[in-house]
């Protein structure tokens, strides 16, 4: 078993490695590659999770919610995501990949949010526009047409959010993750 750090620094890395590998990929009309090898480092992260019933549960509900979330303000006209002519579903793959990312931090990187959930709005407060705002600065989306609107939603919308995944973190008790090394 690793380190609790160790977890949390390797848990980090595949995210954000995943992160530029998805919203790169949209951008540089790679989106299925650059989702494929996200999808393969979420693998790695399953392979290697210390409760896989539990982060494959907090990995499908928070898919769920955060392409439900999207695909509104998609809809709404807030976000614009590129999408890949092969993939025929209304939102690219790259997002759905991105968001099961994102619930691989909760019992690790992020594990130090657990309970506090006026840190967590302030995090989401900031956190998710900036996110976006990236996204959209490297060419994988765009806002609506007024741009301020958008931040301000997703400010809104983020600040609300990573309670609520907080608390669905904490109601499927689930215990702060470790990585476990393979052994031969």
């Known amino acids: 078993m690793l380190s609790a750090n160790l977890s949390k620094i390797l848990n980090l890395a595949l995210y954000q490695i995943g992160w530029f590998c998805c919203v790169l990929g949209a951008a540089g009309n790679y989106s299925l590659a650059g989702a494929g090898i996200a999808l393969l480092l979420i693998a790695i992260h399953l392979l290697l999770a210390d409760n896989r019933e539990a982060e494959l549960t907090l990995v499908l509900l928070t898919t769920l919610y955060g392409v439900l979330l999207d695909s509104l303000q998609q ?66 989306a765009e806002f609506g047409r007024i741009p301020l609107l958008s931040l301000g939603i997703l400010a809104v919308v983020w600040s609300l959010s990573v309670p609520l995944l907080l608390r669905l973190r904490q109601m499927g008790s689930f215990k702060e993750g470790r990585y476990r090394i393979p052994r031969r």
Not at 107 to 123: H, K, M, P
């Open 75 to 140: 809809a709404a006209g807030l976000l614009l995501f590129k999408s890949d002519p092969r993939w025929p579903f209304w939102m690219p793959l790259w997002v759905f990949i991105i968001w099961a990312q994102f619930a691989t931090l909760f019992r690790y990187a992020l594990n130090w949010l657990g309970g506090q959930y006026l840190l967590g709005a302030l995090f989401g407060f900031f956190g998710g526009p900036l996110a976006y705002w990236s996204g959209v600065r490297l060419g994988a």
